[in-house]
C-alpha cells in the first residue's frame, strides 16, 4: 500500500554528500581503484579515529564482520558461542559458517538487548565468545556484561559487539564497538552510517587480530599469491569507502536529528497500548521500536492512515529453520518471543520532515 508518510527515505542522508561523492566517483573511475585500495584505507583511517580504535578493517558486509571476527579469534567446531535470540540473523551466521554452536540468551523485555542473567545461564566450560547486539542503537549494558563473563571461572572468554545498528552510539563516553575484542559494523544503506550498496568493517585494538582479519578478506594472503590460510573474498569496493569517508564527517548531525525525531515521540506519544522500547542513554536511534499487544489491528489502522512501519523482527532466531534443531524450544527465550510477536517500527530517518512526525504521532494516538 502506498504510504503519504514513508517508513524510511535515505535520500535526505545521502544528498549531503551527492556532489562531494559523485565528483570523487569520477576521479576513482580514471584511476580504477575499484576493490580495496586508498578509498578504502582512507576510510578505515577516518573511522578508526572517529572511533577510538586503531585497527579498522573494511568489508563487503556487516555479516562478513562477524564472521571474520568469529574466524580470527579461532572460534570452530566444538566451540559454543553465545547471541542474543531476539536479532537480526546476520548476527548469528558467522556462527555456523565457523562450524561452531550458537547457544541463544534471551534478552531484556524493555531494551531487547541481551539479558546478562540469561547469559549467565547458558554459559558452559565449551563458551568461547558472547555476540553482544546494540540493537536498534540502544548500548547493551556493557558493565553487567562484562562482570558476568569475568566472574565465570576458566579461560577467558572473548567478546564481540555487533554494532552493525549502533554507529556513534556511546557506552559511558566510549565509542560503541570499541568495547570489546572486536567491533562489527554493517554499512547498509539503510544504517546510520549507510553506504552506496553493501559495506562493513570490523574494528580492533589488537594488531594481531586485525593483521588476521586483513588475510582472511583476501583470500588467506598477505603476499599476493601467498595463501597462508582459508580465505575469503570480503574486500570493501573502492566506491563505497569514498561515499562512506564523505559520509562519516556528517555522521554526529543526522544521529542528532534522529535523537531529536526520537525525543519528539516520546513527548508526543500517549496511546497506552503503544510502549516505546527503551532507548537509554547515548543511543543511535538507528530505529525507534514500540511493543504493541495488538499489532495486527494497529498496523491496519497505520495502513488506513498511510504510516508507514517495519517489524524488527517478526521470529526470533532459535524458530529459524537453519536455527531449530541446534537450540530446542523457542519457549524458552519469553522476552524474545513476545517481542517479535508485539514490536513495531515506527519511521524515524534523518530528515523527516516534521509535519510527518506529527502525523506519525496523530496516527498512534488516534488508535483505539
Known sequence: MKTSVPFQDLYPANRLVENAFLQGAAKLYRESAFS???YVESFEKAFGRYLGAPHCLGLNSGTSAVHLALAALGIGPGDEVVVPAFTFVGSAWGILYCGAKPVFADVEADTACIDPESLAAVLTPRTKAVIVVHLFGRPAPMDRIKAVLKARKGPRIALIEDA???HGAVWKGRQIGTLGDAGCFSFYPSKNLGAAGEAGAVVTKSAALAEKIARLRNHGQKVRYQH?????NYRMDGLQGLFLEKKLVHLERMNADREGIAAA??????????????GGPGSAWHLFVCRVPRRKTFLAHLDKKGVGYGIHYPLILPELPPFQSRQGNPARYPNALALSRSVVSLPLYYGMPSEHVERVIDAVDGWR
Open 265 to 278: 515521540y516520546l513527548a508526543g506519544l500517549d496511546n497506552p497500548e503503544v510502549t516505546p522500547l527503551d
Open 228 to 232: 597462508e590460510m582459508l580465505g575469503f
Open 36 to 38: 580495496g585500495g586508498p
Open 164 to 166: 552493525a545498528q549502533a
